[in-house]
Structure formats: structure tokens, C-alpha cells
């Protein structure tokens, strides 16, 4: 059985989603060209005008927006509405530099919930589950976003918010909670936690956990879905274009769809700006056809992932982007390699560590170094040093072999690093310098 939020929407056949979206474009162009003189000069600057945009097809006409511009604009100047009509704010996290802040009509927080509510619904989840949302709940649009949607599921919602990790699972346990919702990072330690209680998989009562928020592996998946004793299913988002919700994921569990009723998605090169057909690795980059209040045009969002359109068995028509492999901040460029953290997450994972790991990269005489400190299992701990070194030769043959470089891996002792309840910090660049991360 296959089940949908919003049947029609979800469902529509995709020459109506394109001329719905080219419908909204137009409009959504004309309210920005009127609304906001920031980007009004952007357009003009490129020489556009609202009646050049006629369809879809000439979205490669509007100039990008990136998080500097944002960041110009802070704090009001991309507000397209009067304030009188706007009823929240959210912001980022701030994981890549100073936070940027987000505003929401009373429409636009409907039309946000309603994409959380098609996320949790294709996972299966009806007004019968009890949903847990360990997410942050504040500036954070984590919380609120998934909040609002088992809401409109009309699930039994239990507003956790992150942290707290005994009280967590005291209520998942007594309350008996169907839904998990948190990062994939905080997954993982809420397994460990629960195994550290002598609990074990089958001993609580979720069904499914519905995590993003950070990239996570394949391999992270299966660890999770096997402490937790659930299937484990990805959502995508961002404060600059919502939330969560954007894109999630179906039972098949292969790639996010994207609510492209309401978000338009194109796939660039980060270099050069320039459209790549389907298919293609690139730069995603969001249009948002609905928002009143922070409508954002051609909005590069720095995740690197690959856009697909194909039958999907569930029944949903929305275009599919694959996991993204982490943003183009996070690609560590060592001795020339292109290095994705998660590259690193999946070859731990593989060979039976746990996702307790920190990456330190560094410059030592003129050369860079990558440090990897990985947890070893409590039974490993025992083990004599020639074994440990024998340990950590064969993990950094392992990720040389997947990378190209040779790491230098340190074993390091149970708990040592630590555990994250939101956005995980993997990687520590010692050569950037303080303050300028972006
Ligand atoms: P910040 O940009 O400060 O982290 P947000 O909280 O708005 O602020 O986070 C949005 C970003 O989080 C996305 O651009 C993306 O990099 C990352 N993200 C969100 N969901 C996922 C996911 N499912 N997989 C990988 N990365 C994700
Ligand atoms: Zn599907």
C-alpha cells in the first residue's frame, strides 16, 4: 500500500508539475522584481527583466543568489512582504559562518509543515504513531519543521528537542515512540546510549527514524537501522529555502524526492555556473516557488549531489536527488585530492568501527596532513599496542585505497570523542585560518 500526504500534488504527472512550476515561476519573479529592490538590482545588473522569464526554460536567465548575498541583505533587506504579514524567523545553524535568518508568512510555515508531513507519510507513519523530535527546537528549523508535520499527520507528537539523552530515552521507552526524528549523528549515540542500558533492538517500539539535517553514509544507515532495530529514511532541507522537507525519502529508500511543487531544482557547476543536464555530480541550486515572505531565486545551496528523474515504485513523481555527499565548504582539498568526510565515514564504517570519528587536517612543511581519530569498540581496548598498530595500518591502507593519501590513524580509546546532539563537527582544518570558514 502506498500511502501520500497530498495524493494530487505528489503524484501529478510531469508535464503538469513543469507547467505549474513555470505558472509559479512567473509570479514568484514578478513579486521578487517588485518587492525587493536587492534583487531587483541583481536583475537588472544582468540585464533581466520579469517578462523575459515565460517558463521554466528561462530560469538560466536569473541571476544566482549565494549565502553572501544573504549575508549582505541582513537582516531585511530579500524580505518580499510587508513585516506586518510575517509571523516567525528561523536561522541556520551557522556551521559555515555567520547565520543567516529566514522569514515565514502563516502560509509559508502551512506549506513548509505540509512537506514534513509528506516526509513522515512516506515512511509509512499514519495519526497512529507516536512521534519523538529530537531535533533542536529554537532558530533551528529542525524542531519545528518535523514539530509541524507529525501535527499535521496528527501524530501523538513528543517535542524532545536535542539533548538530555536519559530523558530521551525514558520517554521513547515509556511512551512507547513509533517515530525517531533527529540528526543521523545523535541516531547513532541514542543506539549506543540505549545498548549501554543493556537494552536491545527490539526492545523499544520505533518503526522508522526520519534523519538529515548533516550528510550521512550508506553505511551509517545500516548501523543505525541495526542498533535501532528500524528502517532509517533521509530528509533534506535548509532554513534559506524552509527547513527540512524539501526533499525526503520514499520506501524504496534510494534518493530524497523533491517537493517540486513548491521548489524548483537545477544542478550547476560550481565552477562555472553553468546548468548540467540530469544526471549529473553538481552544485544543487533551489528556486522557491511558493514563499511570500523570503522568496529566494536561484539559490546555490553548496551540497554537491546528482539529480534523476525515473519511475519511482511508490508512486510519487517528483524528481529524486541522491544523498548529498556534503557541501562544496566541506570538500577538503589534501595534497591536490578532493576529500568528502563522509568518503572517510563509509570506509570506518565498513571495516566494523563505530561513527565516532574526528578528522584533523594540518600543514606541516609545506605538506598537508589528515589525522583520522577513530573510537575502538570497548572490546578492542584491551588489546596489546603491536595489535592496535597493526589495527591502524590496515584502516589507513583501507582509506588510502579509497583516497589516494595516506592518512595517519590513531585508534583512540572508547568515549574519547565527542558525541554530538545536533550537526556533528567531523573535521578540524588547522589551515584555515580562525574566522574565516566560509
Ligand atoms: P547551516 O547551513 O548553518 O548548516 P541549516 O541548518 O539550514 O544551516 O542546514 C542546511 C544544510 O544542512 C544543508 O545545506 C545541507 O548542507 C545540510 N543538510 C540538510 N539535510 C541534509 C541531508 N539529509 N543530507 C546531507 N546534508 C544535509
Ligand atoms: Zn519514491
Known sequence: MHRYYQKDAETMPVEKIKELQSKKLIKQVNHVYENVPYYRSLMDKKGVKP?????IDDLHK?????????RDAYPYGLLATDLKNCVRIQSTSGTTGKRVVAFYTQNDIDLWEECCARAIVATGSSNKDVCQVCYGYGLFTGGFGLNGGSHKVGCLTLPM???????QIQFMMDLGATILCCTPSYAAYIGESLKERGYKPEDNKLKVGIFGAEPWTEEMRRDIEKSLGIKAYDIYGLTETSGPGVAFECEEQNGMHINEDHFLA?????????VLPEGSRG?????SLDKEAFPLLRYRTRDICVLTRENCSCGRTFIKMTKPMGRTDDMMIIRGVNVFPSQIEAVLLNCGYAPNYQIVVDRFNNSDTLDVYVEMSPENFSDTVKEISKKEKLLASEIRTMLGISPVVHLVAPKSIERSEGKAKRVIDKRRSIGITT
Do not use: Y
Request: proline share 6%; no cysteine; net charge negative.
Open 161 to 167: 528537542s536535542s539533548g538530555n539523552t536519559e530523558r
Open 266 to 274: 537545477e544542478i550547476i557547476d560550481p565552477d562555472t555556473g553553468e
Open 51 to 55: 517578462q523575459d522569464i515565460k517558463s
Open 283 to 287: 552544485e544543487l541550486v533551489f528556486t
Open 62 to 70: 536569473l541571476p544566482f543568489l549565494t549565502k553572501a548575498d544573504l
